[in-house]
């Protein structure tokens, strides 16, 4: 039997795992690296140089995360009780992180003097700031359908635009089949977030896809996604023949993770089920990627 010493060291070891966990999920580390992951998934996918892009995606998201966590939403006591506690208790980190987040999305590119890059990061943050606090007394968010469908278009175009400007991207259906591909798989995430978001949305206005549409419906709309993401890869597969290999892969085990996850949506799940599992389909591409590479 364990001595209390050591059941002490390992309670000790525990709690301290516990609580950077929460660390990560209040600061909102997890997502922000989640959806940068993404990024340079997609890149690596497109033949594209992503260095210069990938600081950026990473602080725009955590700046956005939590700029959206910071400004009071009636429904976030509803939806996400527990993560509307946990972001009160870090309210100073979250502001610290959002200001040197923002510093550094100017300094980045005007220290490269990309221009072009600064007009798009300063668009990016335009969004983010429609969306979450508005323009006057209308917000992106409160909009029809717009909660559910402007995250998964903004970070598209993020990931997209940039390379398009540049001349980097593939031809044009190669490159539509790929915004294909990437939108489906954002639109997946906000379905299955906005349909918990349900009660909380509901009582504050806010009509997005699943408030409009009821559970059952948007879960139907989100498995339909999944299916197209699906769809998109096969297609990829080939109009890419160099990277054919690549996208059947992901043609498997991309619809097989988050038709999983859909699937186990449908029963009530705990906040970190979303906080780590759903948001963590955003790693599926990446991680397939670099296993591809290893083997």
């Not at 001349?167 to 639109?187: D, E, N, V």
């Not at 009821?214 to 699906?230: D, I, Y």
Request: glycine share 8%; with cysteine.
């Amino acid at each position: 039997m364990l001595s209390i010493t050591s059941r002490e060291r390992i309670n000790q070891s525990t709690s301290g795992w516990k609580n950077a966990a929460a660390l990560l999920q209040s600061l909102h580390l997890y997502g922000s690296l989640a959806v940068c992951a993404l990024g340079w998934a997609t890149a690596r996918l497109l033949g594209c140089e992503s260095s210069r892009l990938t600081p950026l995606w990473f602080f725009g998201m955590l700046a956005a995360y939590n700029l959206d966590r910071l400004r009071p939403d009636p429904a976030d006591a509803i939806n996400v009780p527990r993560r509307t506690r946990r972001a009160a208790a870090h309210t100073g980190l979250s502001i610290t992180l959002i200001a040197g987040s923002i510093a550094f999305l100017v300094a980045l590119p005007l220290a490269r003097g990309d221009w072009t890059l600064l007009g798009l990061t300063a668009l990016g943050g335009l969004c983010a700031a429609g969306y979450i606090t508005g323009f006057g007394r209308t917000r992106i968010k409160d909009l029809p359908r717009l909660k559910t469908l402007a995250p998964p278009a903004v970070v598209t175009a993020a990931f997209l635009v940039p390379p398009l400007l540049a001349r980097q991207l593939p031809p044009w259906l190669l490159s539509l089949a790929i915004g294909i591909w990437l939108f489906t798989l954002l639109l997946t995430n906000m379905l299955v977030c906005d349909r918990r978001d349900i009660a909380g949305d509901r009582l504050s206005g806010v009509r997005s896809i699943p408030v409009l549409l009821g559970e059952k419906a948007s879960l139907f709309l989100a498995t339909g996604c999944v299916l197209l993401h699906g769809l998109a890869a096969l297609l990829l597969a080939r109009l890419d023949p160099a990277q054919r290999p690549l996208w059947l892969g992901l043609a498997l085990a991309g619809p097989a993770c988050a038709l999983a996850v859909v699937a186990a949506a449908r029963a009530p799940r705990s906040e970190a089920f979303y906080e780590w599992i759903v948001e963590g389909l955003f790693f599926v591409p990446p991680a397939f990627l670099c296993l591809a590479a290893l083997l």
